[in-house]
């Protein structure tokens, strides 16, 4: 079977390519590397306003906020061309992925200027703070308080894996404001900046290697936030927890598409073992595709099917995760050589996605983990698409 698009999709598509073609930054203009997901370099800012200008960094936006009011059609295949030419749109992906967002859908007007157009426009950068060290797939056990005091909150308590907090200028940070409601009922969301009096960022390495710096322990010690920094009402923080992670999650199993394609690109199986799993990265790259684009179906069409891709998510991210342990078995003892490139330096890409495999496949478990893990989804899926009963 062979996918293909409408006229006016295609056409989108050549009109975006086009603007790349003219605007992507040049190899030596892009010297500078982002160290952390709350780190852009200025040419990286300069690269994500000209997508913002032009309304090519989230065309489904209105042109206001960065878009074209695309399709969702249009959205993909988008991201679609990024994605064959390694190309990252922004250096602050949770940023603009996830805060500028959830500001959008849920901020004040005065909330969207101040915060999501600077966002957008990478003048400033923003962390999410949702988890805390007991407080992860639970994350309504949540217990970082704020108190309601006249015109401001005092927030005290500590977040955890806050990835990029230690370089972002901004936290959307989720507090409890009633601790006698349920725990689903008390939460609230708070715009933190993080140059305040008593916020403290302690960034840590990740197993992957102690230069990979993005997680962060966070620190709140009565600090002050005014009440206008309240995104959404007071107490109905669970609503925009859940439709922060819900963004752009109809196109999220292309990432893990691309870092397939990836394995399939920059390995060569040599043996026949290795020929046999290389098959099934093939096969499976396919079955997601092929998944894939059925929901991308149904949502061009409106319906909503938000439990589906729960499996998009588990299957997309697992297979991956499968792919690069295999690549790094079959690599032997140079897969942990670190560093190690598995694939030609681009510019325009984080650096990890030609890192050893070892370095690889330690982050594929960002993958299955980020956003609910596997365990999670897998209840979602048994309870919500198959129909088990509840537990
Ligand atoms: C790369 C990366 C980036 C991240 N960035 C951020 C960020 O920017 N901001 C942020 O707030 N957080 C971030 N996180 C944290 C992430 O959201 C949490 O790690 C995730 O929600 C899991 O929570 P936890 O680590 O506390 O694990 P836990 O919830 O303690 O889970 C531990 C294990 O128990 C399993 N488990 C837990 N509950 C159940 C259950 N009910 N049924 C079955 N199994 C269960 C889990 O699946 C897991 O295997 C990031 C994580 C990663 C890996």
């Not at 703070?129 to 704020?146: F, H, I, K, N």
């Not at 005091?149 to 230690?166: C, R």
């Not at 962060?216 to 007071?234: K, S, Y």
Request: negative net charge; contains cysteine.
């Amino acid at each position: 079977m062979r996918l293909t698009f409408d006229a006016d999709v295609e056409a989108f598509r050549a009109e975006f390519a086009a603007f790349l073609e003219a605007n992507l930054p040049e190899e030596a203009e892009a010297a500078e590397r982002s160290r952390s997901t709350g780190h852009v370099p200025g040419w990286a800012r300069r690269w994500q306003r000209s997508q913002f200008d032009a309304g090519w960094l989230l065309p489904g936006n209105p042109p206001e906020y960065g878009g074209r009011n695309a399709t969702v059609l249009q959205q993909y295949v988008h991201v679609e061309e990024l994605s064959r030419r390694r190309i990252c749109r922004s250096y602050n992906p949770q940023g603009v992925g996830i805060i500028a967002a959830s500001l959008l859908s849920f901020g004040t007007e005065e909330q969207k200027l101040r915060w999501a157009v600077p966002i957008l426009r990478a003048e400033i950068t923003a962390a999410l703070g949702m988890s805390e060290p007991g407080a992860g797939s639970d994350l309504a056990s949540l217990r970082t308080r704020a108190e309601p005091k006249g015109d401001h909150f005092l927030v005290n308590g500590q977040k955890v894996w806050t990835s990029g907090a230690h370089d972002a200028d901004v936290l959307l940070t989720f507090v409890r404001t009633d601790p006698d409601a349920p725990k689903h009922r008390g939460i609230s969301v708070l715009l933190i900046p993080t140059d305040g009096p008593g916020v403290t960022r302690r960034p840590f390495a990740s197993y992957t290697g102690p230069e990979d710096k993005d997680f962060n322990e966070v620190f709140f010690e009565n600090v002050r936030v005014p009440a206008g920094n309240l995104v959404g009402p007071l107490n109905e923080g669970w609503r925009v927890a859940n439709g922060s992670l819900g963004h752009e999650r109809t196109l999220m199993w292309l990432g893990e598409a691309e870092r397939l394609d990836a394995v399939m690109r920059d390995f060569t199986p040599a043996t026949a073992l290795d020929k046999d799993w290389y098959a099934t990265l093939v096969m499976d790259l396919q079955a997601l595709r092929l998944l894939g684009s059925a929901a991308l179906a149904r949502a061009a069409r409106g319906e909503q099917d938000v439990p589906a891709l729960s499996v998009l998510k588990v299957f997309g991210s697992e297979a991956a995760q499968r792919a690069l342990e295999r690549a790094l078995e079959a690599s032997g003892p140079d897969g942990l050589v670190h560093p190690a490139a598995t694939a030609p330096y681009h510019h325009m890409s984080f650096d990890d996605d030609s890192a050893s495999w070892f370095n690889r496949f330690a982050r594929s478990f960002g993958g299955t983990i980020a956003g609910g893990t596997s365990e999670i989804q897998r209840t979602i899926i048994a309870e919500r698409v198959l129909g088990l009963p509840r537990r």
